[in-house]
Structure formats: C-alpha cells, structure tokens
C-alpha cells in the first residue's frame, strides 16, 4: 500500500489504514512534500516500510547525518513495527486530541516501539498528561528512552533513560512531552537487568508515595 506522503495527512491515513492492514504493508516514503521537519516526516514514515524518495544532494549537513543515523535505529526497530502487535493509545480523529499516539510491542513483550505526534499547531497544543501505555507486561520492568534525535538538540530538552514498570506505564503513564517545538517523539522500550530493577523499584516507590500524598493534601 502506498498513501498520500504529506505527513501530517499519512498519520490520519495510516491510523485507518492499520484497522485492516499490518504495518508492513504499507510503504512509507519520505518525499519533500509538505511543509513539516525532515525528522518529523522520518518519525512518520516509520510507522510503515520506510524509504526515502528525495534528493539527497539537497539534504545539508544536520538533515544528512540525522537521515543516516535515522535508518540505522529504524533497521533495530523494524521487526518489531512489522510483526508486533499495534495498541492505539490516543486517536487523531478524537476532537479536542492534539496528539496522535501509538505503540508497537513485539510477540515476547521485551520490546517496544512509542510513536507520538502533534496533530494541532495551536497555541500550547501538546501532550498535557501523561499518557498510559497498552500492551507491554506490567510484571516487568522496562528501560525506556527518546530514539531519533535531531543533530544539535539541547539533550534537557529529550526524554533520557527511564527505567519504569509497566505496571506503572499502563496505570498512570507517561508524558512524551509533545509539543510544537517537539512535534514528533520516538520512544524506544526494552526489559532491563536485576541492578536496574533494584533501582526501578525505589523509584516507582517515591512516585507511588508523593502521588498518595498529593491525593491524601489535595484531594
């Protein structure tokens, strides 16, 4: 299947597209057409069989190393786009949504992929909560960060390494921080080790703590 390459308008069309058809059977290329970021016409098309259909001799030097680096991290996500299990976690057509987002999680649930895009360039349009995750086991626990970053971004301004359970995910969630200076954000999940869930573990307990507590003040 191929579809309309403007990438705000693909992520409308792919989300119908995926109630019949899996995403390896849709090929998504990134063209010059429309009036969005490089990278955020990248992080759409990965949602599908990624390909490029621009010429490359116009890309300058950050477009350039960002679309190498970007099909190198698409070629360890790849397996898990085209045969895992897809999970709509917020809908485009939803009114008043000014994100689309959703997650692909493989067969053995040690890996997964968080797709999330803005939709509406108002002012202050972004993700205001957090978002809850389907799909992953909440028994584990998961070491997550931002994938596909743009050369020169301001690292405090990206989602660095979390490590969470999916118990947590799945019940309170996360905020990917979309907004109109970050319109597009990929997030990278996989198991983690027994040292990390050690941490994990006094982590998820402060969180669960202070959230009690604010119910407990507030509430």
């Not at 490029?52 to 890309?59: K, Q, R």
């Not at 349009?125 to 070491?143: E, F, M, N, Q, V």
């Not at 040292?195 to 119910?215: A, D, E, G, H, T």
Request: aromatic share 16%; charged share 20%.
């Amino acid at each position: 299947l191929s579809d309309n390459t403007d990438a705000l308008e693909r992520i409308f069309i792919q989300w119908s597209y995926s109630f019949f058809f899996p995403a390896i059977a849709t090929c998504n290329h990134v063209t010059d057409w429309g009036k969005q970021s490089l990278k955020f016409r990248t992080d759409v098309a990965m949602m599908g069989k990624l390909g490029y259909d621009i010429v490359v001799s116009e890309l300058d030097s950050n477009e350039l190393l960002f679309s190498q680096q970007a099909l190198q991290i698409y070629d360890r996500l790849k397996d898990t786009i085209w045969h895992g299990d897809l999970f709509r976690l917020v809908s485009p057509y939803r009114s008043g949504n000014d994100v689309a987002s959703l997650i692909f999680v493989n067969e053995q649930r040690d890996h997964a992929v968080w797709f999330t895009y803005l939709i509406n360039n108002r002012y202050r349009a972004g993700t205001s909560r957090p978002i809850r995750l389907k799909g992953i086991d909440p028994t584990k626990i998961y070491k997550f960060q931002e994938i596909n970053i743009y050369p020169g971004t301001d690292n405090s301004t990206v989602v660095n390494l979390n490590n969470l359970s999916g118990d947590y995910l799945m019940t309170f969630g996360f905020d990917p921080m979309v907004n109109i200076q970050r319109p597009s954000v990929i997030i990278e999940f996989q198991l983690t080790n027994g040292v990390q869930i050690l941490k994990c573990f006094l982590n998820n307990f402060s969180r669960y703590y202070l959230i009690m507590f604010y119910m407990f003040v507030f509430l």
